[in-house]
């Protein structure tokens, strides 16, 4: 394991996409998203990816220069077309014009489709809150490796959902999860490191409960959260992400880029209903009421969102723990692209 | 256990309702819900509720001739103060509201405070369905009997959240639970049944494991469900269902009715996205394939909302079964009321 601070990290990520021919702004801004997945402890969706999403730049399925458009607008809607533009630019475009719409109507709507892998969704509803409306984030991945509540073989990908409320001097409020017991990435961490996995997270090709973090790349699966009621978000990812917004469904066979996500966000704003200050006022004191109440043995009453603040505090001051294995590859990237690493 | 036909439960329901000075049509909508609800196997929302309404209008929580009031309204959002008028009324105005709005604009929101309970949530969302848009429900309920993730007290209620998706061909998909691991009427049917509980529902008021179904009157608490991830959505449902509307927290000291509920309601029209013919007929394709799924020995691939159907086409035909307790409490009821049963 390796640590590096998070500003060099970025400093290298920007660098990385820019040499590919992504334009400053934008290789910027993904570096920036990918370091603050890895700041939050969502290391599955974090640097992990400097390479991954330039294996897609290399083979064509990220367009670094294509511009995403709205093909179809209301004043409280809008369906746009990512063009295989990177996920984050058509995810935080998405994002910027719901919360516009919200403030203007009260609510709003927007879809994606075209849409390459967009990150750790949580970055978007969050950067939603902190301008004072609540967003919520429906997104399928466009790849089968989740069973379903009951199932026996691969159905849906691990389709995440989000959720962030805007709170006044409270602590970000963030819902940010795959429907999945874990994220994939989170396996994709456990290889990386050379550790077994929990025997709950999937099964092996056979259907066998497994420990196996590999068992999942040879035929096996991962199973739903919550048994049935998480199932039942599973599938909810998957009508308003992939079949609400023309994106690409698990059980499509057409050929497509890996990990195509169709993005659904619903933005809406407090002053249409009881009030931004009354509701901040309320949020406050609701989550104060939470963490005061009395815990099992051993264990805290945590409010969502706050593990992932609390672990960027302290990575931003210690920096960001990297796996030998993701390092060694960003190292032979860079080689690759003929960058001198500095962190 | 007794088994009476549908609609001569309706009857009596509206009979029940009417005679404690309900107008004809408000009685026979909310004794239609209910029934609704029992023929689905909603038993815990269903005829059990003839009785325990009749108590919330005679201690004067429910208003039989109150009228709901927008306070507050743009094209796309509206807020209702229920005056404590019954939660059907409330919540079938709010959805109504909700989908004319969204059929007009793309997306609509509805926020609705100072209302009773709402009974089954999933009537109004599958309504809106069948309308042609999607429905989302938050809904807080205004009472503490479910603790945190992590949690040794009762922090909430348990916080239903429903959704709702048009389809063509293939029946209703609707979910539609509580955030908890069962909705307290469940536990209440146990009790009417004289039957233990699956231990991974509650704990008893010393935070114990339990099968009794009765250790939650007695100062026990549910647990939510799916970890940290069902938790997720208890709380999220109070921000929205709750704090978004004004309505009655679970923490909140001021004396309220039982089981109050804060309802928030988002409605989109697919029209404004990938068109509504486009999502049928890709919903339909999905669900289908999602039936073929190859499941686990012994058990089926399911669709959302796919068990009440069929327990509804077998209970319209085959009558709906009630408890020896519970139907004894309504025929002490109609007694007093002076009601002959004819079922």
Not at 305 to 318: A, D, F, N, S, V
Request: aromatic share 10%.
């Amino acid at each position: 394991m390796f640590i590096f601070q998070a500003k060099n990290l970025e400093k290298l990520g920007t660098e990385i996409f820019r040499v590919q021919g992504m334009p400053l702004e934008r290789a910027k801004f993904i570096a920036k998203t990918l370091i603050e997945a890895s700041l939050t402890g969502h290391d599955s969706h974090g640097v992990y990816y400097f390479v991954r999403y330039s294996e897609r730049i290399r083979d064509g399925s990220i367009d670094p220069l294509a511009k995403p458009r709205i093909i179809k607008e209301t004043a409280s809607t809008a369906l746009i077309d990512g063009h295989w533009a990177p996920g984050q630019i058509i995810a935080m475009d998405a994002v910027k014009n719901a919360v516009e719409k919200a403030k203007m109507h009260g609510i709003s709507a927007v879809g994606c489709f075209r849409c390459n892998h967009i990150g750790r969704v949580g970055y978007y509803t969050n950067w939603a809150a902190a301008q004072g409306v609540v967003a919520l984030m429906f997104v399928n991945v466009g790849n089968q490796n989740v069973t379903i509540f009951n199932g026996m073989e691969r159905a849906f990908g691990t389709n995440p959902f989000s959720a962030a409320v805007p709170t006044g001097n409270f602590k970000p409020f963030l819902i940010d999860y795959a429907t999945s017991v874990v994220a994939d990435g989170k396996i994709n961490v456990a290889r990386s490191k050379g550790e077994k996995i929990p025997t709950h997270w999937s099964r092996n090709k056979k259907g066998e409960i497994t420990d196996d973090p590999y068992a999942i790349k040879e035929g096996g699966w991962l199973l739903p959260f919550g048994e049935h009621k998480g199932y039942c978000l599973q599938i909810l990812m998957e009508l308003l992400g992939a079949i609400m917004t023309g994106s690409r469904s698990g059980f499509d066979e057409e050929e497509m880029p890996p990990s195509t996500n169709g993005v659904f966000v619903i933005a809406f704003d407090p002053e249409a209903f009881v009030g931004l200050d009354a509701f901040l006022k309320r949020t406050d004191d609701l989550l104060q009421k939470v963490k005061k109440i009395k815990p099992e043995p051993g264990k805290r009453a945590l409010i969502p969102g706050e593990p992932e603040w609390e672990t960027r505090e302290k990575r931003l001051k210690k920096g960001i723990p990297i796996p030998e294995d993701t390092w060694n590859q960003i190292l032979e990237l860079a080689d690759v692209l003929g960058i001198e690493v500095h962190v």
